[in-house]
């Protein structure tokens, strides 16, 4: 992903010299980076069992700091200052709660490798906006891939940036739809009626959330 924005400019360019003759750095390979995922739940265990194949190393963010997932490293958002310096790849599958809601900012980006790549498939107000992008600007062999902006149509009834983030050729943006793939809306209402099942004959529902931890998704999507 680092070059793929890069590359593509050279391509409609028609600019076809390898990346070594044109000052790029290498792309980055996954056989022994670290990867870190922001948020173990069902979205971040399935991202680890997708980047294990390829050589990466898993470390592995939850509120517990306990998993059975074979991962390199787990531990809680109080070890992110830690480890971010670590990492090649940050995935975020975080809730946008208390706790989250502009979890990243300037500081935590600057402890961040200068090559690393940022994915957001989360809710957009968990990163902030504006660090990002100016991040982004001042690093450019930094990356990003966002899905979850801040300002959605679902939520907010348009979608906007307030900077020019299309402009950069280090980012790439998709309209927060990576959950849209065949059967995925069955598959959620799979998971509904299953959890309404076990409410029902009283047993522990799937995904259950503390109301005192989670707040609304203003400015980060649906």
Known sequence: MPRIPILRLGQNSEQWEPP????????????????????????GK????LMRPFGARIFA??????????????????????????????IVALPLTRATRGLIGRARLELMKP????????????????ALYEHLRANPQFCAGIDAWWQEPFGQGSFATNYPFFELPNLIGSPHNSSIVPKTMLSGAQAAAENMRRHLRGEPIAGAISRAD??????GGR
């Open 214 to 219: 989670y707040i609304a998704a203003r400015g």
């Open 61 to 90: 963010v939850n509120t517990s700091g306990r998993t059975d997932e074979p991962v390199d490293f787990v531990g809680t958002l109080g070890d992110l200052d830690t480890i971010l310096g670590q990492l090649d790849v940050v």
């Open 46 to 49: 399935a991202t680890a069992r």
């Open 115 to 130: 090559t690393a790549i940022l994915v957001n498939v989360a809710r957009g107000a968990i990163i902030d906006e504006g």
């Open 20 to 43: 070594f003759l044109i000052g790029y750095s290498p792309t980055l390979t996954l056989d022994g980076s670290a990867c870190g995922i922001l948020g173990f739940g069902g979205i």
